[in-house]
């Protein structure tokens, strides 16, 4: 069993760079490597998207510094990333409050997104400035702009809010360095997603513990409310 939808919470580059002596951004910069790595990884064995929680709405009050350095970070991944993800057919896209990034990372990653639209084998989705209570917000307050009556909103109208609207439904949720919360990120969507912990701090994070955590999710049995034996009589049908 392969999931169509992947998300990481990619935990742990500050940890990884304090036990080191290293600064902070030093961290960032290993996890960087994973990220790349990751995404390769999540193409080769068919997953239609992956979605990374790269910079939440809370990281803005971080040190001024190290917002700075993330920020730069990311313009460099997107500007060193662009050819691979181009010739590799993945489609770009973002969600969050993509309006606060400085310029130097919104002007290539709204042309990266727009560049490769097209693309189709597979989909990449930065959360970036992203939260889900947010995103909640968010998409009850365009709710309410479309009057729809409230006897008439359902599941499916709140999801056709969200920013995630167009993607698969979330199948397995991981988060590395041991943390075991999903810290605002598709609260929504992981209703019924596969939970996966590592104690792997994200910048050792590569394809081989990708591979682990999916194995793990193929042994998972997802029951969505129903009962094991209701399951093998439905795949009986």
């Not at 960087?32 to 990751?38: G, K, L, P, Y």
């Not at 310029?103 to 990266?112: N, T």
Request: hydrophobic share 40%; with cysteine; glycine share 6%.
């Amino acid at each position: 069993m392969q999931p169509r939808h992947v998300a990481i919470i990619m935990d742990g580059n500050g940890r990884w760079a304090n036990t080191r002596g290293l600064p902070r951004v030093e961290g960032h910069r290993k996890g960087a490597e994973s990220v790349r790595d990751v995404v390769r990884a999540a193409r080769q064995v068919g997953i239609e998207c992956l979605t990374l929680y790269a910079f939440s709405s809370q990281n803005w009050q971080r040190p001024l510094d190290e917002v700075e350095a993330l920020m730069q970070l990311l313009r460099e991944y997107l500007l060193e990333e662009r050819q691979e993800i181009m010739e590799n057919d993945i489609r770009l896209i973002a969600i969050g409050h993509i309006e606060r990034l400085p310029a130097i990372v919104r002007e290539p990653l709204d042309a990266l997104i727009r560049d490769s639209s097209q693309n189709k084998s597979m989909t990449l989705c930065l959360a970036l400035s992203y939260g889900a209570r947010e995103a909640l917000v968010d998409a009850a307050r365009a709710a309410i702009r479309s009057r729809i009556p409230p006897e008439a909103l359902t599941e499916s109208t709140i999801s056709s809010y969200l920013p995630t609207r167009d993607l698969p439904p979330l199948d397995l949720l991981i988060r590395t360095s041991g943390e075991q919360r999903i810290s605002n990120f598709l609260l929504w969507e992981a209703a019924y997603a596969e939970l996966y912990f590592t104690d792997t701090l994200w910048p050792d994070f590569r394809r081989g513990e990708l591979y682990t955590a999916l194995e793990a999710y193929a042994g998972r049995e997802r029951r969505f409310g129903l009962t094991s034996e209701q399951l093998r009589a439905k795949a009986n049908e």
